[in-house]
């Protein structure tokens, strides 16, 4: 009998819902929340209300996509942590109800451990064991991958996240919220050796941000003093350099961490792999480090269902689930 499991994201500020039949995802659909633009971040009791207005009609368009009927499903999968608290609640809530009403089994899913298997929705895929960077605006972390359900942290950081780095370096610049991609969009144009910004010696394989950010904030207030027009004449020069350093401490410490473990199949996940510049400073990397090297595609890389849906898999054949008492928290290690 096939094994059909609906599958529900609500971590953050988008709303997904997505079907995976054998292995393979069939729909994946996620409804975006605009609302933050205006507040230059999400609010989380904005972000709780809207997933009460789209996880209907998200999930009724994924179960359509699929040409899956609510009775043809095997499970229910939903993200139990991490994540803001209210938003997690709404999901959780919602695929309780739904895997109780149809007396099917429930499966909680870590949000970062999806991130990582979503390098195993389409080919090439990599082998066991890898490395995994996972990047997002509130994670940063190289994982040994050893199993679908084997994984073990090897360094993070200490304080932000390369999201938060992205994010709030476009804040200083002036640029509207969700700054990262803009970062990224001027960066494409602009020359990342025009400035330079020290790379922060941290210990082991772990990172840190806030020193960069700091740098960069000194940097643009002395230029501005000088120039108060600085930043709008050297835009994308100014975001390829903060982007070329954010990526090169990433990947340096791939570099180490490929060293130490000799593992040299590397993969990216989370919502910074989405980054022009990350994707190819890994391709760079592994050619000249002599890598197998794997990025998810666009639509699998930001917050979305689907990769709920391949960790939901695997958990299903390992009959790996969750009592209808389950309750999804904020934080909460792999």
């Not at 059909?4 to 409804?31: F, M, Q, W």
């Not at 195993?120 to 895929?125: A, E, N, R, Y």
């Not at 510049?277 to 090297?293: F, S």
């Amino acid at each position: 009998m096939s094994v059909r499991i609906l599958a529900i994201e609500s971590s953050c500020d988008d709303t997904g819902a997505a079907v995976i039949v054998d292995g393979k995802i069939l729909s994946n659909h996620i409804a975006n929340q605009s609302i933050h633009e205006q507040y230059g971040g999400v609010v989380p009791e904005l972000a709780s209300r809207a997933h009460q207005e789209n996880i209907v009609p998200v999930v009724d368009i994924a179960l359509q996509t699929a040409g899956v009927k609510r009775e043809e499903l095997s499970a229910i999968a939903f993200t139990q942590s991490p994540g803001l608290i209210g938003s997690l609640l709404v999901g959780s809530c919602f695929a309780k109800s739904m895997a109780m009403a149809l007396d099917i089994p429930l499966i909680g899913v870590h949000h970062m451990q999806a991130h990582v298997l979503a390098n195993f929705i389409d080919d090439p895929k990599p082998d066991f064991p890898f490395l995994c960077l996972t990047v997002s605006g509130g994670h940063t972390q190289i994982v040994l991958c050893e199993s679908p359900l084997q994984m073990r942290v090897i360094g993070a950081t200490l304080d932000d996240a390369a999201g938060e780095a992205f994010d709030k370096s476009a804040k200083i610049l002036g640029l509207p919220y969700p700054g990262g991609p803009l970062i990224d969009k001027y960066a494409q144009s602009g020359d990342g050796n025009r400035f330079k910004f020290t790379e922060p010696r941290i210990p082991e394989l772990n990172f840190s941000f806030s020193g960069l950010k700091t740098a960069i904030l000194y940097f643009l207030q002395e230029n501005q003093q000088k120039d108060p027009d600085f930043i709008a004449k050297n835009l994308p020069d100014i975001c390829a350099s903060i982007q070329q350093r954010i990526v090169s401490i990433l990947m340096n410490k791939m570099v180490k961490a490929s060293q130490e473990t000799g593992i040299r199949d590397i993969a990216i996940a989370g919502g910074v792999s989405a980054n022009s510049g990350l994707r190819k400073a890994l391709a760079e990397y592994g050619t000249k480090h002599h890598w197998r090297t794997f990025i998810p595609k666009f639509e699998y890389c930001t917050d979305n269902a689907g990769m709920i849906a391949m960790t939901a898999y695997y958990k299903y054949l390992a009959g790996d689930f969750v009592s209808l008492d389950v309750v999804p928290t904020a934080r909460a290690a792999f």
